[in-house]
């Protein structure tokens, strides 16, 4: 089985400030990652995703994340955050080529200061 | 870009109540899900269905609850009887194909509030 671990459930940062959000998995095969972000009000929406080849992937809003196989690790970054980013983050992992079912984490909510 | 809608956004019911929350998925996807998160809980998995039948359900998903396409658009979870502790969002999600490559598109979600 897979499962996501995230470890800050609550991130508050000054607008214009790098932010990082932390993302682990366990999993005994191979998988694929996920960030999704979810607006007030409104559904999930992925941000970006890694399947294979460069570690380093690029998502929508200047969100960017890197997939370490030796940490277990996804984190995701933003260089400048923007009032707008304000909203909670998801990570989440499947199985690479046949998984059908996501497992998420237990979200981290971005909170940015004026 | 194509959206998956769910209808109501809120949903408050008696315990013990039948609900009936509904989607419609976006309209050349094959796979259907059903997503739930408790407050300050993770999102968690409850049911796949494709080809008009269940492909995987969780632990959670028990005989209280079922799943339907009943028209070719709208896919429906049903609750029987509901308790305290299906209090929750509910999320829709769909895919046009099989694979952990192709992208999961979610509805906005269905807030169930049992009294």
């Known amino acids: 089985a897979q499962s996501v671990t995230q470890l800050d459930s609550q991130v508050p940062v000054f607008e214009e400030a790098p932010v990082e959000l932390r993302c682990n998995y366990s999993?005994?095969?191979?998988?694929?990652l996920f960030w999704y972000v979810q607006y007030p009000n409104q559904g999930l929406q992925l941000l970006l995703k890694y399947l294979s080849g460069s570690t380093l992937v690029k998502g929508i809003n200047g969100f960017e994340a890197e997939f370490n196989k030796s940490q277990t690790s996804f984190h995701l970054r933003k260089p400048s955050v923007h009032i707008s980013d304000t909203a909670e983050y998801f990570c989440?992992?499947?199985?690479?080529?046949?998984?059908?079912?996501?497992?998420f984490g237990t979200g981290t909510s971005l909170t940015v200061i004026p | 870009e194509p959206e998956v809608t769910q209808t109501p956004s809120h949903q408050v019911t008696q315990m013990g109540q039948e609900v009936i929350l509904r989607c419609v998925p976006i309209?050349?996807?094959?796979?259907f899900y059903w997503y739930r998160q408790i407050l300050g809980q993770k999102v968690e998995f409850l049911v796949s269905f494709y080809n008009n039948e269940i492909s995987e359900k969780s632990e959670i998903f028990d005989d209280q609850f079922s799943v339907e396409r009943p028209d070719g658009s709208n896919f429906t979870l049903k609750i029987r009887s509901t308790k305290l502790e299906d209090s929750a969002m509910y999320f829709c999600?769909?895919?046009?194909?099989?694979?952990?490559?192709?992208?999961?598109?979610f509805g906005s979600g269905t807030q169930l509030s049992v009294l």
């Open positions: 309209s050349n996807h094959l796979y």
């Open positions: 989440a992992v499947n199985r690479a080529n046949t998984g059908n079912q996501f497992y």
């Open positions: 999993s005994s095969v191979s998988v694929y």
């Open positions: 999600a769909s895919r046009a194909r099989q694979g952990g490559s192709e992208k999961l598109f």
